[in-house]
């Protein structure tokens, strides 16, 4: 079984290109959350989506940063035209349900996002 | 809202001795209380969690954490570490009474780096 699979690792950007990242949760998880982490510092929440829905956004920035996680496929993080401050560790968690604090969280390896 | 402090960013330590990281929490509502370590280009591993009952909580790797809820300390201790422990260690916290799924809010990590 294997865990919370996220790709790219690397992705390299210029300023104004479009970064996509993805992740797949655990195997019969339905509850991803998205966390970046800013060179120093810890682990940032961004948002929480069930399939087809964004539950909890309140940690995503107002512009260019947007989130699904369709029917089918894997949950991506979008952003459009990158900047400088973009550069940072994205993880993905899964977890089975969405019963609060109980569940447990699965992360990912993370995607390393450089812009240049 | 809540706040995870992290007191020390860095911790250098000995092989065989012991180390406790330390973590203080501020939230106007209870909260469930987590380490995570973060090992070299990986991601987050759950180490332990309190929950509710004994204050006392043991993880994984030997590690145990107390919950002392008068002081809003959730310090993580290991007797004896081993050049393995080599990581990044993060405390978060989770509001009780979010049912909206697990959303943690992270300290900023304590870096330990075990010296033969």
């Known amino acids: 079984n294997a865990g919370v699979m996220q790709n790219p690792r690397h992705l390299v950007r210029r300023r104004g290109q479009e970064a996509r990242l993805r992740c797949s949760p655990m195997?019969?998880?339905?509850?991803v959350y998205w966390y970046r982490q800013l060179p120093e510092e810890g682990l940032k929440f961004m948002v929480y989506?069930?399939?087809?829905?964004?539950?909890?956004e309140s940690g995503m920035p107002k512009e260019r940063f947007s989130a699904e996680f369709p029917k089918e496929g894997p949950s991506i993080l979008r952003i459009q035209q990158v900047v400088r401050g973009d550069s940072a560790a994205y993880f993905c968690?899964?977890?089975?349900?969405?019963?609060?604090?109980?569940?447990?969280?699965?992360f990912g390896s993370g995607t390393q996002l450089s812009v240049l | 809202a809540q706040s995870v402090t992290q007191l020390d960013s860095q911790v250098p330590v000995f092989e065989e001795a012991p180390v406790e990281l330390r973590c203080n929490y501020s939230?106007?509502?209870?909260?469930?209380l987590f380490w995570y370590v973060q090992y070299p280009n990986q991601g987050l591993q759950l180490l332990l969690k309190?929950?509710?009952?004994?204050?006392l909580v043991k993880g994984i790797n030997g590690f145990e954490a107390e919950f002392n809820k008068s002081q809003t300390s959730f310090h993580l201790r290991k007797p004896s570490v081993h050049i393995s422990d080599t990581a990044e260690y993060f405390c978060?916290?989770?509001?009780?009474?979010?049912?909206?799924?697990?959303?943690?809010?992270f300290g900023g990590g304590t870096r330990v780096l075990v010296k033969p």
């Open positions: 968690a899964s977890s089975y349900g969405g019963q609060g604090a109980r569940e447990k969280l699965f």
């Open positions: 195997k019969g998880h339905s509850h």
């Open positions: 989506l069930q399939k087809e829905n964004i539950i909890d």
């Open positions: 939230s106007s509502v209870s909260v469930y």
């Open positions: 309190y929950l509710s009952g004994s204050t």
């Open positions: 978060a916290v989770s509001d009780l009474a979010n049912a909206a799924g697990n959303k943690l809010t």
